[in-house]
């Protein structure tokens, strides 16, 4: 589908209090509402994974800090890897 792009997107939520990139990655999910896919969720209780699916222009949005390679967008995307996703650091070394 030309124009549409896959990403995953990692965040770290350590805090009793939303973290920052939490709150973004959810106002972000709303201001793009009906264009984007979630294909897939998961967190382990300090960490949330999204993989997602939408327009360019909407993955193009995503702070490049949030991002993460994985199976789902693909290891070596334009985009480099989140340095603290553990994810990351085991493909990159």
Known sequence: MPGFCKATIF???FDEVP???FLWVKMWLEKWNENIAVSKYSTGGWEHIWDVFGPKEAIEEI?????C????AGISGK???SS???TCRSVQT
């Not at 702070?63 to 991002?67: A, D, H, I, Q």
């Not at 390679?69 to 789902?72: A, K, L, N």
Request: a negative charge; aromatic letters at 4%.
């Open 69 to 72: 390679g994985s199976d789902w």
């Open 19 to 21: 973290a920052h990139d």
């Open 63 to 67: 702070p490049e800090n949030l991002l």
């Open 84 to 86: 603290h996703c553990r």
């Open 11 to 13: 965040v770290e939520d």
């Open 79 to 81: 985009k480099t890897c």
